[in-house]
């Protein structure tokens, strides 16, 4: 399976000269299976790019896409009106999140139509079916996908993705407890090949005023990903405000603690 990333921001997008390394647009990923499936995670504003190549690669074909939401935020979900495949008849979208699906589907809708876009989401051509997400893990072709809940404003949550033995844990908006590590992300993400974690933050401003925002920092991150016993970190849900170079320097504190460490970037392919 390969994992690219398409947005590695947080809350909003940002562009100029000290942003390019890592990327403007907001959280946006997706996983092409082995068995040729797209597993995408979030639809941030990094959606956009995704979808002009996945309508290239089908052109006349039908096609089954799967979306997992982590929450509605709209760093997580703005990409999605310009999204290509949204308006081609011959594609379905699954759309999952934690909420009920008529709620999933009210809280996209939202987005669109009245004073806010041309078109309400249920008029683009796609077939659109919303789903909870099962308890218990669940299937997408050959890739198991199962959830654990995250420290986070209006609730949001962390994804697995395992396809045999390789696993993919994505936690992206989470705050860290007041004492200790988030003891369930650990367990959750034992032994994860790629382990993808919120370093919103550096330890300086999440002390002095950020406390209770629902993000991390690169420190809370080694924490984790040393107790969990995962083989890569990688930071991600940057700042807005952090350039290149300041996320260039917290990965290096980072890899003292934990070494495999890397940064999030957007464009950058994984695979397992
Ligand atoms: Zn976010
Ligand atoms: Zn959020």
């Not at 809708?109 to 789903?131: D, H, N, Q, W």
């Not at 993000?215 to 952090?242: C, Q």
Request: proline share 6%.
């Amino acid at each position: 399976m390969e994992l690219e990333l398409w947005g590695v921001r947080g809350s909003t997008p940002v562009s100029g000269k000290d942003k390019n390394k890592y990327g403007g647009y907001t959280s946006s990923a997706c996983l092409v299976t082995s068995e040729g499936e797209w597993i995408i995670i979030d639809a941030g504003t990094g959606i956009k790019k995704l979808g002009e190549k996945m309508i290239k690669h089908w052109e006349e074909d039908p096609a089954e896409i799967h979306i997992l939401l982590t929450h509605f935020h709209l760093d997580h979900i703005i990409g999605l009106p310009y999204f290509a495949p949204l308006y081609s008849p011959k594609i379905t979208l699954n759309f999952y999140a934690g909420s009920n699906p008529e709620q999933t589907e009210k809280y996209l809708c939202g987005l669109m139509g009245g004073r806010y876009f041309p078109l309400e989401l249920g008029e683009t051509p796609s077939k659109k079916v919303y789903k909870k997400i099962p308890e218990k893990e669940f299937h997408i072709g050959g890739v198991s996908v199962s959830h654990c809940p995250l420290n986070h404003p209006q609730a949001s949550v962390s994804y697995k993705l395992q396809e045999k033995e390789k696993k993919i844990v994505f936690a992206t908006d989470t705050e860290h407890p007041e004492e200790g590590i988030d003891e369930r992300l650990a367990s959750f993400a034992r032994g994860a090949d790629i382990f993808i974690y919120d370093a919103m933050f550096t330890p300086k401003e999440y002390e002095s005023s950020r406390q209770g925002w629902g993000h991390s920092t690169w420190l809370e991150g080694t924490k984790l990903a040393k107790e969990a016993g995962v083989h890569k970190l990688y930071l991600s849900h940057f700042n807005p405000d952090h350039s290149d170079k300041q996320i260039d320097k917290f990965i290096s504190l980072a890899r003292e603690k934990f070494p495999q460490t890397y940064g999030a970037m957007e464009g950058f392919k994984i695979s397992l």
